[in-house]
């Protein structure tokens, strides 16, 4: 069964300090796997999309990496204003298109 | 580019009554998705369409709830009777295609009382 997970749950960061998050998946045959923000109330918001491993993508403080079985979301020098719900959700090829979402990460960045 | 567009943004009802919630894709995009948000649950898919066809309903609870894309550019959940198991937030979401960005509406926050 297709899957997905993610660590930490929750993290707290002061400002300025880096960190990266993790995103692990089980599927058959990655077609894309996305990374989106989430702000309270708000829906997800797109940030970035991934294909194949060693694929690396960059927004500002934010990179995101993709190997065989896992992605990292990389935040350098977080803000305040990076404080969100950080989502990863993978697209298999053997699962009629579907778009599956991990449970997330609430990052709290302080200044 | 207006985005996705879902109506209503927030519902409150009571227990036994029909909500239908509307969503409006962009433009051109082939591919619609309906979510359910809760906290125990995170984001789960219900439901999508490509083309106006259901493609995959397994995510849909139960009967009570059924959707519709009647045209490519406007779909329905209903869901009939409303339990308060049923309060979350309900997005809407399309691409273009398969393996693309799949792009959110602002949800539909229901609340079953």
């Given at each position: 069964e297709d899957q997905v997970t993610q660590s930490p749950e929750a993290l707290r960061l002061q400002e300025g300090e880096s960190s990266s998050l993790n995103c692990s998946y089980t599927v058959s045959g990655l077609r894309g796997l996305f990374w989106y923000r989430q702000d309270p109330g708000k829906g997800p918001e797109f940030l970035f999309t991934l294909y194949s491993a060693g694929e690396e993508k960059e927004k500002e403080r934010l990179k995101a990496t993709l190997t065989k079985k896992e992605s990292f979301l990389h935040i350098t020098a977080?803000?305040?204003?990076?404080?969100a719900t950080y989502l990863c959700a993978v697209q298999a090829a053997?699962?009629?298109d579907k778009v599956i979402f991990g449970p997330g990460t609430s990052l709290s960045v302080i200044p | 580019d207006a985005g996705v567009i879902q109506s209503p943004r927030h519902e409150v009802t009571e227990m036994g009554q029909e909500v239908t919630l509307r969503c409006k894709p962009i433009s051109g995009h082939d591919y619609l998705f309906w979510y359910r948000q809760t906290m125990m649950r995170g984001l789960e898919l219900l439901i999508y369409f490509n083309n106006n066809v259901p493609?995959?309903?397994?995510?849909?609870?139960?009967?009570r709830f059924s959707a519709k894309m009647p045209n490519a550019s406007f779909s329905t959940l209903k869901i009939?009777?409303?339990?308060?198991?049923?309060?979350a937030v309900y997005f809407c979401a399309s691409n273009g295609e398969s393996g693309n960005t799949i792009y959110f509406g602002e949800g539909s926050w229901l609340t079953v009382v």
């Open positions: 977080p803000k305040p204003e990076d404080s053997t699962s009629y | 493609i995959d309903d397994s995510g849909m609870p139960e009967d009939q009777p409303s339990e308060p198991r049923d309060s």
